[in-house]
């Protein structure tokens, strides 16, 4: 049995918690300890209510004017959220290494942890990543533009990076580590595991990587049903946002039925649309058994939702409120399969894009064509895949051989030492 800690560091999606939870799951049946440490122990302890695991408080440095930034690459997220002033960067590394001195992990997997990555390198742990793709950027440097329509050019982009550098290298001359040759150096972890598909990476440059497929936690949920009516199926997934009772007015039509998930919703405003063709919750549904009738899908662009309708085929209509959101809302607009409509543009363009879903079939089509592609998903052998990789990376720290379980896991070729370019095309588990 090995000693686990899963590390989720900065967003604010409950799909990092779900992620982590089912692969913990995974792992945990085969005899292993799982513990985490969050960004929010809150939604955590309520998601994990079910599970035996220790919830810890994950070191995180909030600034709200970084919130109000025009972040062009991720050099300038990592600078916003701890790498710098230094005595604050030095401060957080010092309370993960408490927290590893606590938890006593044989292997950290991060989720969005940066500092999680440095701190467990500096500590002497083996640490993963198994991220979605946008917090794990294209090994080169620099890091691409988030935004390249506005011409930011490479120069300034290294020299974010380099900025930033000069305090991890300042750290690491205080704790006598060799220093690293770039951010890049910095963030490489033992393995990268991308729990995406291609085509909705985050960065489409990507030349090569470790894509093993989508984990949800579809287990979970509140039982709903939709109306036995003709009517067209409409599933919502929003945050509450200034534009939300107008998405809601344009949905509250007699031709649809719609079930809608708006976590923070005003009473007030649930009560004034919910009815017996528009179910209104708080908390998430269970969604294997309204999928397979859902016509359109509507959210804010979150990873693992957007990820679980293009598996099924559904078209969606994204409202992006971050970052993060907007580039998977760039991705479904470029093949085709949805709407992406900016948040500050629901009143001009929602009802529109809505209505372009019941004159023009070329959405659907194409997601239902997508969707064939990895028609052979299966969750279970991707989470066997990841649980594998885990092990194998575990097992060779003790010089001992590793054998996968499946065909579909990853070759070990791709660990450490072997071909990385094996992964450059779309891998063996996803067909």
Known sequence: MSNILFAWELGGNIGHLAKQLMIARSLQQRGHCCSFAVRDVTTATTLFAADNFEINQAPFYFDPAGESQLLTSYAEILSVNGFEPFEIFQHLVEE????????????????FSPIAVLAAKLHGKSV??????????????P?????????????????????????INQLCGHLRHSPFKSLQDMLSTEV?????????DHYPVRNAGMYVGPVF????????????SDRSRIFVYLRDFDGLEFVLKTLNDPSLDVIAVLPGIDENLSVRYAGEFFQIFKEPVFLPDIMPQTDIAITNGGHGLASLFMLRGIPMIVIPQILEQLMTANNIERLGIGISVNHDQVLKSFAQALARFFIDDSF??????????????????VLENISDTIEGVM???????????NSWS???DCLPGGEATLMKSVPTVLH
């Open 96 to 111: 993960w290494h408490a927290l590893f001195d606590h938890t006593s992990p044989d292997v950290v997997i991060t989720e």
């Open 128 to 141: 993963l990543r198994i991220d979605n793709g946008f917090g794990s950027p294209p090994d080169q440097q």
């Open 143 to 167: 890091f691409p533009s988030f935004r390249p329509w506005l011409g930011i050019s490479s120069e300034q982009v290294l020299a974010s990076e380099m900025k930033l550098l000069e305090n």
């Open 192 to 200: 990268d595991l991308l729990t995406t598909v291609p085509e909705l």
């Open 217 to 228: 936690n579809l287990s979970d949920g509140i039982k709903v049903e939709w109306s036995q």
């Open 364 to 381: 659907r089509e194409k997601a239902i064509k997508l969707s064939l592609k990895y028609a052979d998903y299966d969750q279970n052998l």
């Open 395 to 405: 097992r060779r720290k003790y010089n001992t051989s590793l054998t996968f379980k």
């Open 410 to 412: 990853l070759p070990y």
